[in-house]
């Protein structure tokens, strides 16, 4: 049984930093992709970024350039590394697994419990 847990969330000012982790088990972690995604109030989820197995990532255009996702597969565990937050990347931010092998992050996959980040002055 995958199971995927976040850690990480907080509050933080604006143009601060934060690194959400995610700490999988259930599966073989390095033949996965992975992503987060996040939810704001009101707003539908979206995903944020994935990587994949071999390491190739891909992120949403509003967090390019801030937003870094990086795994270690020795630790069974996928990064978010947020710099330079603004307000509107406040919401609770999952993480998600490929259902099977090659799949992408979706919402077929598997998902954690999310973990808040706000950002506010």
């Known amino acids: 049984q995958v199971q995927l847990v976040e850690s990480g969330g907080g509050l933080v000012q604006p143009g601060g930093s934060l690194r959400l982790s995610c700490a999988a088990s259930?599966?073989?972690?390095?033949?996965?992709?992975m992503g987060w995604y996040r939810q704001a109030p009101g707003k539908q989820r979206e995903l944020v970024a994935f990587?994949?197995?071999?390491?190739?990532?891909n992120y949403v255009d509003s967090v390019k350039g801030r937003f870094t996702i990086s795994r270690d597969n020795a630790k069974n565990t996928v990064y978010l590394q947020m710099n330079s937050l603004k307000p509107e990347d406040a919401a609770v931010y999952y993480c998600?697994?490929?259902?099977?092998?090659?799949?992408?992050?979706?919402?077929?996959?598997?998902w954690g419990q999310g973990t808040q980040v706000t950002v506010s002055s």
């Open positions: 998600n697994q490929g259902q099977r092998i090659g799949d992408l992050p979706g919402p077929s996959g598997y």
């Open positions: 259930g599966s073989i972690f390095s033949l996965y992709a």
């Open positions: 990587i994949t197995p071999g390491g190739s990532t």
